[in-house]
């Protein structure tokens, strides 16, 4: 065990192998509460299977290869074939299942594409640099990724099982929430994505974080609105749920915020900023003026009071000039989440 009781390189075989069981047991339990009655097993649980499985199956060749350059493809790629797979074993194709499915495809793609290019460019991901030696715990990583899709993506599953006559109310408020929700979301991801990318490729910005664009509102806009989106194809989902425990894949957008508020993304990205550029003057009254999170004016932010509070968003994943610098500082034990 490492330092806090984190795994390691040194912990044994056994303590990876148990966390990859229990990603498999929390998924076909969410699929069995979340799948109806007289669907059990079906596509959701089908689903929780291949979101898994098909980690292992890219796991063979860059365990072989001691790659770790499939790993954020592999996972988007998961996405998309899960998401045009529900759809097609559902036997129907109603307006909101297109809808959701299609949102999904989309998001997925410019992710999956935004980081295979990144990696391409920087030649190497960091958090894999030990990781990738350890046979067990490199394979630990593709079974949490594999349980990653399938937490994030339920709504889509649990949709895309349900009868089309559930569906003809199309559209309802929650479907119109839920598109604007994933729209301001999505829209907003790439413009922070795409903002940070131009920055980070300007020579005169090596060593400096980003304040400029969404970044001068929010300290992780991208992770803003990565939860966003997720929280709106939720709502339109959820305007054909019939059964009670279908209301379970609610934890969607909260694994989302959780994951990125509290685990792998602003966390880390705050203390990585905070040792780096810490006792610089510039960088504290930058952090003191702009949210965490939430996107705000720096007039209203200074009159919520709104400071350094705790750790949030992949915030300037530094925002490095150089790629491999780029990549080399990326969260270790982190699964695809964004860039």
């Not at 969404?214 to 509102?217: K, M, N, Q, R, T």
């Given at each position: 065990m490492g330092r806090g009781g984190a795994l390691t390189n040194e912990s044994p075989a056994v303590a990876f192998f148990g966390i990859s069981i229990a990603c498999i047991l929390i998924s076909q339990a969410l699929a069995y509460f979340t799948s109806l009655p007289e669907h059990w097993p079906g596509t959701v649980s089908t689903c929780a299977f291949l979101s898994i499985g098909l980690q292992w199956l890219i796991f063979i060749p860059s365990a072989m290869l001691s790659t770790e350059k499939f790993f954020d493809l592999s996972g988007s790629l998961?996405?998309?074939?899960?998401?045009?797979y529900s759809l097609t074993m559902s036997g129907h194709y109603t307006a909101r299942q297109l809808l959701v499915t299609l949102f999904v495809i989309i998001w997925a793609?410019?992710?999956?594409?935004?980081?295979?290019?990144?990696?391409?460019?920087?030649?190497?991901?960091?958090?894999?640099?030990?990781?990738?030696h350890n046979l067990p715990r490199f394979f630990n990583m593709w079974t949490i990724q594999g349980l990653w899709v399938f937490?994030?993506?339920l709504p889509l599953f649990v949709i895309n099982s349900t009868p089309a006559p559930d569906h003809s109310d199309f559209p309802t408020w929650s479907d119109y929430l839920g598109m604007v929700l994933f729209g301001l979301g999505?829209?907003?991801e790439v413009i922070a994505d795409n903002q940070k990318t131009q920055f980070s490729m300007q020579p005169e910005n090596e060593g400096r974080w980003i304040q400029t664009g969404?970044?001068?509102?929010s300290r992780h806009p991208n992770y803003f609105g990565e939860i966003l989106l997720w929280l709106g194809i939720f709502f339109i989902s959820s305007s054909a749920f019939t059964n009670a425990f279908q209301w379970l894949a609610i934890e969607?957008?909260?694994?989302?915020?959780f994951l990125l508020m509290?685990?792998?993304?602003?966390?880390?990205?705050?203390?990585?900023?905070?040792?780096?550029?810490?006792?610089?003057?510039?960088?504290?009254?930058?952090?003191?003026?702009?949210?965490?999170?939430?996107?705000?004016?720096?007039s209203l932010s200074a009159l919520a009071g709104i400071s350094d509070t705790s750790l949030s968003e992949r915030l300037m994943e530094d925002s490095p000039a150089d790629p491999e610098q780029a990549a080399s500082e990326t969260p270790a034990d982190q699964p695809i989440v964004e860039s």
């Open positions: 998961t996405y998309i074939f899960l998401a045009v793609t410019r992710l999956g594409a935004f980081l295979f290019l990144r990696i391409q460019r920087a030649g190497k991901d960091g958090r894999f640099d030990e990781i990738k937490l994030t993506e999505f829209a907003c969404l970044w001068a509102y969607s957008p909260f694994f989302v915020a509290k685990v792998s993304g602003v966390p880390l990205l705050e203390a990585r900023a905070d040792a780096k550029w810490g006792q610089d003057p510039a960088y504290q009254e930058y952090k003191a003026r702009t949210p965490e999170l939430i996107p705000l004016p720096t």
